[in-house]
């Protein structure tokens, strides 16, 4: 079972850069699709971006242009966000699917298909 631990969140101000990390417990690369979600206050979770096992990427239409999700190593999985705005205020989490399941026809890359998540890390972007 892997472990996930997500970091890098802070408070910037709006127009600034974050690099979120998430630091998980094997070998990912090609072995898990990896995603970034995030949830604000009242809301529900939602994605940000996710990497498929053949590095393949999507983002959600609303940081399309300012986040980019990468493997920086065979076990870590950064999420680069410049010009943050202040919608971008949320806790951060990052999460996992076993290639079994996320190369099947069932696959969908919701939330509730990841069977593994980080305990979150919080951004905070001031206006």
């Known amino acids: 079972q892997v472990q996930l631990v997500e970091s890098g969140g802070g408070s910037v101000q709006a127009g600034g850069s974050l690099r979120l990390s998430c630091v998980a417990s094997e070998w990912t690369t090609s072995r898990y699709c990896m995603g970034w979600f995030r949830q604000a206050p009242g809301k529900e979770r939602e994605g940000v971006a996710s990497i498929d096992t053949d590095g393949s990427t999507t983002y959600a239409d609303s940081v399309k242009g300012r986040f980019t999700i990468s493997q920086a190593n065979v076990n870590t999985l950064d999420l680069r966000m410049n010009s943050l705005k202040s919608e971008d205020t949320a806790m951060y989490y990052c999460?996992?699917?076993?290639?079994?399941?996320?190369?099947?026809?069932?696959?969908?890359?919701?939330?509730?298909?990841?069977?593994?998540w980080g305990q979150g890390t919080q951004v905070t972007v001031s206006s």
């Open positions: 999460a996992a699917a076993a290639k079994s399941y996320c190369s099947s026809d069932s696959w969908r890359g919701a939330a509730d298909d990841y069977n593994y």
